[in-house]
């Protein structure tokens, strides 16, 4: 009992100590708050506090449990105030509004009191103390206004109130008990850790033909469940049937008496509630605070992107570029000089081949020259002017290789990082130029030299510093006519950066006021916090800071509050079914949600429509979005297994025959395509046509139409199986027989899966299928993927290259399959030299390298093994940095699905990434570009209702101002010369080209010696000239491969260029619209999506015939491969090739740039117009704005969805 005592003496002592400083910080709310509780031990008070509809009969509920008629009751609101009942001598007390509490002693008027109960304009809460015979001493009952009327003072009241109470009742009436209101606030009583009960009152209304109690009970449990509420116990109640079945008011107060009689001491709940109360505390004592340094925090707000790292960093930043800009043009110089020298000094244009042309130039101009025995002076000057021309012309062509687009290279993106640059001063760096002839070349022969080997190398560099000299000059000429444009550029930001170094050290002082509030608001916080837990406290209790009590008279305070009736509405509130609890959206769902809200809020607002077809748009793209998965690998990879261990059945038949090259796709079901649907396309007579081509060409036959080439086939196919290679025997054989049955063929077979396996197995049918699509309903599918099985890389016939190709550029994940035990074959590694190509122009890296059949391996060293080998080989073909690589057993991994066991290699690894880089990486692409849009339509909006709010006179200047910025950016839009672009383009494409045929040039020696090997010139006489042939034509087959491969990738890495400088356009774009009008919000460009040209067979036209002179030089195999004899064949060989290769080089370059530049400006033409639309758009709904043709309720409901929208988002993403 004494420790009672104590503790309770020791919590008085500390709601003292926080009253007194509550008080002294001038917080009379909180420091009220402490009395009140102090006042509440004091008494050994327990409060019961009845909350909940404002119908639902708490006041009658209260007044029926005290037997006494308290309180005002009726089917309209009416307690409009805190009222709290307890047993004791009379007296009321009403603390009012302004702080205020008048003390009535000794007299209660029924009447007046319960008038007073409905003022809530004037008294906050009112304290009756009467004699109660059957209320306990002690116990006090707090009725509280309904939560859910009109009047939201009502709501806050009540939860105002709810840090007194012990335990809480939650009134609602029969009809709303499910309303979501209800759950809500039960959840926000939950949520402040009281005990509470839900009463379901009026529960007379119940009508059992309606629907059975029980099942009525059950739906209400099954919502409480739901909503994760923890009711102590749910009762039903009616005061108008006492002796109603289901009437359960007697339980309500045995329940509330044995509450009260369990909890004979509260001081350990007052010390919970204190906690709220010191947090309050502590908000206000930050609000005054914040007041103090409201400019401080305006500040850092208005820069609220800007963190105090970031700032710090920039003031040095700042103080940096300050001091370079004190040397900027000294500096600027000396940079771009320094480089452009070193392109000069380090520009190997004087190469063996040119030296010795200079050599034979030199020669030429000697006194003593001849040309042969009779040469007579004309024929002597005209060698030495053919000598000059060659010089010339190989020289020329050095420097414009190695040094014009390199010093042009240097300059424009010297200039193009310059502050103050125009299309001109690109345009010129673009095409600037070093002017000279060929009397360079005669210049610099020195007047007596005569001729050796050293005067040639005098001579060699003589030339080139002439050359260097005379560029030296172009560009220092160009750098300080440009320069000049810029040094009062330079002189402005030296100046601003000056102000913004100020502007930061305001910042910097603003958050050490920030700190200030920080620390101040901890102190507080933790200071009262110790207070509340500490064990032991000094001090006495008796000196507390409450309410002023005046003593009245009730008849004094009926005259002075002049208490009235309000007049309140009746509220119609229908019973709201509560939402279930939904299973956690992911942020798909949450997007396509938030798209239809928004563009439904956005349907009626006519100056908006850009955007709500933006979002449409996209949203719809997102929601029908599919992705593909292109398996690449040869034909012994085990693809089909691999994808069949994906799906989880085996779906796809594995193909007996390598030769085919049909495309296998499994696509998700559809309302048009059921589960098992099965779809075959035919290929057409061109594209089989095609395929034979190369069999006819090494026939050298004619052929008009397939039926031809089929009859001639059959009738020779002995013959023709000694001539061409195996598979191709094998491939003719099918087509002849399966040709009648192709030529009765549907163009497109629609079957299902029990037929699916006769068109891939049986080679016959396999021969004339182009591709299949399966339809099959699984876990993969249904994410909405479809898997690919390609021909991949067994093939170097063209149109599977381009096919192949096509598949690598727009598959969203490329998996590359390689056998475990299997060697990387020539069509492999071409395979991985391309995808090393075209890593670099993805977005982002799609590639997964899986090892097929690990389980081959006999132990994991040697797996590992096999894993560095793979590795080595990604990076010899320019994979490099961590590829993602598994090693899978296929077969087991589909066993394990099939019995539900586990697969002991990486299989489930591999899904779980492939799953998170299309749910993750690809989808977070597509969310963040609708996510834009919609801030860009928030912002719209808000700038929309700034411009409905303003006055007449500031409309009318701004309504001035938006037209002429409007006028301004569309004559800037108009006016914009992006014709430079397409020289940009050509320059990049002539480099790019320029350096595929080196690296084909390079690797053609690589070629050479894998065709040309011992091992395939093994026989004798005419035998071995027939296998020479078909050397040559396998050596014409690979350099024709490689070359239409490295096409292929330069027409991506064009793409990439392009949308490179479609964003640098759109940048600059931007930028020149925000300098006219920083508020016009445009959205950013996604990328262009180009049709890549279809790159030709290189050597399609040419015959065999134009190269087979050099198999002339052959003698013997002996001869061939120890004496030399095969490096001239390799020169002669590459020297005829390069003719024809630069012809279609040229060809296909002049055919690439077309297509490409035709694309860009198509792409220019689609950015324009949108930017012009948007901007266009936004002003005229501004205008419109101002002029009230916008309903600015449905801006404001636009604003709402928009601003709950976001605030959700970023919640969830943060």
């Given at each position: 009992m004494q420790l009672q005592i104590e503790e309770r003496q020791l919590v008085m002592r500390k709601l003292a100590q926080l009253n007194n400083i509550m008080h002294d910080e001038l917080d009379v709310t909180n420091a009220t708050k402490v009395w009140r509780l102090y006042e509440k031990l004091k008494r050994n008070e327990f409060v019961i506090c009845f909350a909940g509809h404002f119908s639902a009969g708490k006041s009658t509920l209260i007044n029926t449990i005290a037997e006494e008629n308290l309180l005002p009751t009726s089917p309209i609101p009416t307690s409009a105030n805190i009222v709290k009942i307890h047993d004791g001598?009379?007296?009321?007390?009403?603390?009012?509004?302004?702080?205020?509490?008048?003390?009535?002693?000794?007299?209660?008027?029924?009447?007046?009191?319960?008038?007073?109960?409905?003022?809530?304009?004037?008294?906050?809460?009112?304290?009756?103390?009467?004699?109660?015979?059957?209320?306990?001493?002690?116990m006090t009952f707090m009725d509280t206004p309904g939560m859910d009327s009109t009047d939201n003072q009502h709501r806050l009241s009540t939860e105002n109130a709810l840090y007194e109470a012990d335990a809480v009742f939650f009134v609602t009436d029969y009809n709303h008990v499910q309303s979501e209101y209800n759950f809500a606030f039960m959840k926000h009583i939950q949520a402040k850790g009281k005990p509470f009960y839900l009463i379901v009152n009026q529960i007379d209304k119940h009508d059992e033909t309606e629907i059975p109690f029980e099942d009525f009970n059950?739906?209400?449990?099954?919502?409480?469940?739901?909503?994760?509420?923890?009711?102590?116990?749910?009762?039903?109640?009616?005061?108008?049937?006492?002796?109603?079945?289901?009437?359960?008011?007697?339980?309500?107060?045995?329940?509330?008496?044995?509450?009260?009689?369990?909890?004979?001491?509260?001081?350990?709940?007052i010390s919970d509630t204190c906690e709220e109360v010191i947090l309050d505390h502590v908000t206000f004592i930050k609000n005054k605070l914040e007041s103090k340094y409201k400019d401080s925090l305006q500040l850092i707000s208005d820069n609220s992107t800007t963190t105090r790292s970031m700032l710090?960093?920039?003031?040095?930043?700042?103080?940096?570029?300050?001091?370079?800009?004190?040397?900027?043009?000294?500096?600027?110089?000396?940079?771009?000089?320094?480089?452009?020298?070193?392109?000069?000094?380090?520009?190997?244009?004087?190469?063996?081949?040119?030296?010795?042309?200079?050599?034979?130039?030199?020669?030429?101009?000697?006194?003593?020259?001849k040309v042969g025995w009779l040469a007579t002076k004309k024929k002597k000057v005209a060698e030495k002017e053919r000598r000059l021309t060659l010089l010339f012309n190989s020289f020329k062509e050095k420097v414009k290789t190695l040094v014009d687009w390199h010093v042009q290279h240097a300059l424009m993106q010297w200039v193009s990082t310059l502050p103050i640059h125009d299309e001109a001063d690109l345009k010129n760096a673009q095409t600037i130029n070093c002017i000279w002839d060929e009397s360079l070349l005669q210049n610099q022969i020195k007047k007596g030299a005569t001729y050796s080997s050293q005067y040639v190398l005098t001579y060699c560099e003589d030339v080139k510093r002439e050359i260097t000299k005379m560029w030296r000059e172009q560009v220092m000429a160009f750098v300080n006519a440009v320069l000049q444009k810029n040094a009062h550029h330079i002189e402005r930001e030296y100046h601003n950066k000056t102000k913004q170094i100020k502007e930061a050290q305001e910042l910097l002082e603003a958050y050490k006021n920030y700190d200030y509030i920080q620390k101040q608001t901890t102190d507080k916080e933790n200071l009262l916090f110790n207070i509340l837990y500490s064990e032991t406290l000094e001090g006495n209790h008796s000196c507390l800071h409450g309410p002023d009590i005046t003593y009245a008279s009730l008849e004094n305070i009926n005259d002075e509050l002049n208490v009235q009736q309000k007049n309140i509405k009746t509220i119609n509130t229908d019973a709201v079914q509560p939402e279930k609890e939904e299973k956690k959206k992911t942020d798909a769902d949450s997007v396509l949600v938030y798209s239809d809200n928004i563009t439904q809020a956005l349907k009626p607002i006519e100056s908006m429509q850009h955007l709500k077809r933006d979002i449409e748009q996209k949203t719809s793209r997102f929601k029908?979005?599919?992705?593909?998965?292109?398996?690449?690998?040869?034909?012994?990879?085990?693809?089909?297994?691999?994808?069949?261990?994906?799906?989880?059945?085996?779906?796809?038949?594995?193909?007996?025959?390598?030769?085919?090259?049909?495309?296998?796709?499994?696509?998700?079901?559809?309302?048009?395509?059921?589960?098992?649907?099965?779809?075959?396309?035919?290929?057409?007579?061109?594209?089989?046509?095609?395929?034979?081509?190369?069999?006819?060409?090494?026939?050298?036959?004619?052929?008009?139409?397939?039926?031809?080439?089929?009859?001639?086939?059959?009738?020779?196919?002995?013959?023709?199986?000694?001539?061409?290679e195996q598979n191709a025997v094998s491939f003719i054989k099918a087509v002849v027989e399966g040709f009648e049955a192709y030529k009765n063929m549907d163009d497109i077979i629609e079957t299902d899966l029990s037929h699916f396996k006769q068109y891939v197995a049986h080679e016959e049918k396999a021969c004339?299928?182009?591709?299949?699509?399966?339809?099959?309903?699984?876990?993969?599918?249904?994410?909405?993927?479809?898997?690919?099985?390609?021909?991949?890389?067994?093939?170097?016939?063209?149109?599977?290259?381009?096919?192949?190709?096509?598949?690598?550029?727009?598959?969203?994940?490329?998996?590359?399959?390689?056998?475990?035990?299997?060697?990387?074959?020539?069509?492999?590694?071409?395979?991985?030299?391309?995808?090393?190509?075209l890593k670099d122009s993805f977005e982002m890296d799609k590639m997964f390298f899986i090892i097929n059949a690990a389980d081959l391996a006999?132990?994991?060293?040697?797996?590992?093994?096999?894993?560095?080998?793979?590795?080595?080989?990604?990076?010899?073909?320019?994979?490099?940095?961590?590829?993602?690589?598994?090693?899978?057993?296929?077969?087991?991994?589909?066993?394990?699905?099939?019995?539900?066991?586990?697969?002991?290699?990486?299989?489930?690894?591999?899904?779980?990434?492939?799953?998170?880089?299309?749910?993750?990486?690809?989808?977070?692409?597509?969310?963040?570009?609708i996510i834009s849009d919609y801030k860009r339509a928030l912002s719209t909006t808000n700038h929309y209702l700034e411009a409905i709010d303003k006055d007449t006179n500031d409309k009318k200047i701004q309504q001035s101002i938006l037209q002429n910025n409007q006028k301004k950016i569309t004559l800037y839009m108009k006016n914009y010369n992006a014709s430079r672009y397409g020289d940009l383009i050509t320059q990049e494409i002539d480099e790019l080209i320029y350096y595929v045929e080196q690296r084909v040039s390079l690797r053609f020696t690589e070629h050479f010696k894998e065709v040309f090997h011992p091992g395939a010139l093994i026989e004798k006489g005419r035998q071995l000239q027939n296998e020479l042939v078909s050397c040559l034509e396998e050596l014409l087959k690979w350099v024709s491969f490689d070359l239409q491969q490295e096409v292929q990738a330069t027409c991506l890495r064009v793409e990439a260029y392009n949308n490179r400088n479609i964003k640098k356009l759109e940048y600059s774009l931007h930028e020149k619209c925000y300098e006219i009008d920083m508020n016009v919000p445009l959205q950013t460009f996604d990328g262009f999506k180009y049709s890549t040209p279809i790159i030709n067979d290189s050597f399609k036209n040419i015959g065999i015939q134009q190269f087979t002179f050099v198999l002339n030089t052959f003698k013997t195999p002996k001869d061939f491969f120890e004496k030399n004899e095969k490096q001239k064949m390799l020169e002669q060989l590459s020297s005829a090739f390069k003719v024809p290769m630069k012809d279609w080089l040229e060809e296909e370059t002049n055919r690439i740039?077309?297509?490409?530049?035709?694309?860009?400006?198509?792409?220019?033409?689609?950015?324009?117009?949108?930017?012009?639309?948007?901007?266009?758009?936004?002003?005229?709904?501004?205008?419109?704005?101002?002029?009230?043709?916008?309903?600015?309720?449905?801006?404001?409901?636009?604003?709402?969805?928009l601003h709950d929208t976001l605030s959700t988002w970023e919640e969830t993403h943060n």
């Open positions: 001598p009379t007296y009321v007390r009403l603390f009012r509004k302004n702080g205020d509490v008048l003390h009535i002693d000794n007299e209660y008027d029924s009447k007046s009191v319960q008038s007073m109960c409905k003022d809530g304009a004037n008294i906050e809460t009112i304290e009756l103390s009467r004699p109660l015979a059957h209320v306990p001493n002690g059950y739906s209400l449990q099954n919502a409480i469940e739901n909503w994760n509420l923890n009711i102590e116990r749910t009762l039903f109640t009616t005061l108008m049937q006492v002796d109603h079945p289901y009437n359960e008011i007697k339980e309500v107060k045995n329940i509330i008496y044995s509450l009260y009689q369990s909890n004979s001491k509260n001081w350990p709940s710090i960093e920039q003031m040095e930043k700042w103080q940096s570029e300050i001091n370079k800009l004190e040397d900027w043009q000294q500096s600027q110089w000396n940079d771009i000089i320094n480089t452009t020298q070193k392109i000069l000094d380090n520009a190997p244009i004087m190469p063996f081949d040119v030296r010795e042309k200079a050599e034979n130039y030199i020669q030429s101009c000697q006194d003593d020259f029908n979005r599919h992705y593909s998965l292109a398996l690449f690998g040869a034909f012994s990879a085990g693809k089909s297994s691999f994808a069949n261990a994906l799906l989880g059945e085996s779906v796809l038949p594995v193909s007996p025959n390598p030769t085919t090259a049909t495309i296998n796709r499994i696509h998700p079901v559809s309302e048009q395509f059921k589960h098992g649907t099965v779809r075959v396309k035919r290929k057409s007579e061109e594209i089989m046509m095609g395929e034979l081509e190369p069999v006819f060409n090494s026939l050298n036959i004619k052929v008009i139409n397939l039926a031809q080439a089929v009859e001639i086939f059959a009738e020779k196919i002995n013959i023709i199986a000694g001539i061409i004339f299928v182009e591709w299949i699509d399966v339809y099959y309903d699984c876990e993969i599918t249904r994410k909405g993927i479809s898997l690919i099985d390609t021909p991949g890389a067994d093939s170097v016939n063209a149109r599977h290259t381009s096919v192949a190709f096509q598949y690598i550029k727009n598959a969203d994940a490329v998996l590359f399959i390689t056998y475990y035990n299997h060697a990387f074959t020539k069509a492999d590694r071409e395979f991985l030299r391309q995808l090393g190509r006999k132990t994991d060293h040697e797996l590992q093994d096999v894993k560095h080998y793979i590795k080595d080989q990604l990076a010899l073909y320019g994979i490099t940095g961590k590829p993602r690589m598994y090693t899978v057993s296929s077969r087991q991994a589909l066993s394990a699905k099939k019995n539900t066991a586990k697969d002991p290699y990486s299989f489930n690894d591999l899904e779980l990434d492939l799953n998170t880089f299309i749910t993750e990486e690809l989808e977070h692409v597509a969310i963040s570009s740039k077309s297509e490409y530049i035709m694309q860009f400006n198509n792409a220019i033409d689609k950015l324009f117009t949108d930017i012009a639309e948007e901007v266009d758009q936004y002003y005229n709904g501004l205008l419109a704005s101002m002029q009230h043709k916008t309903n600015k309720n449905d801006l404001i409901k636009l604003n709402n969805v």
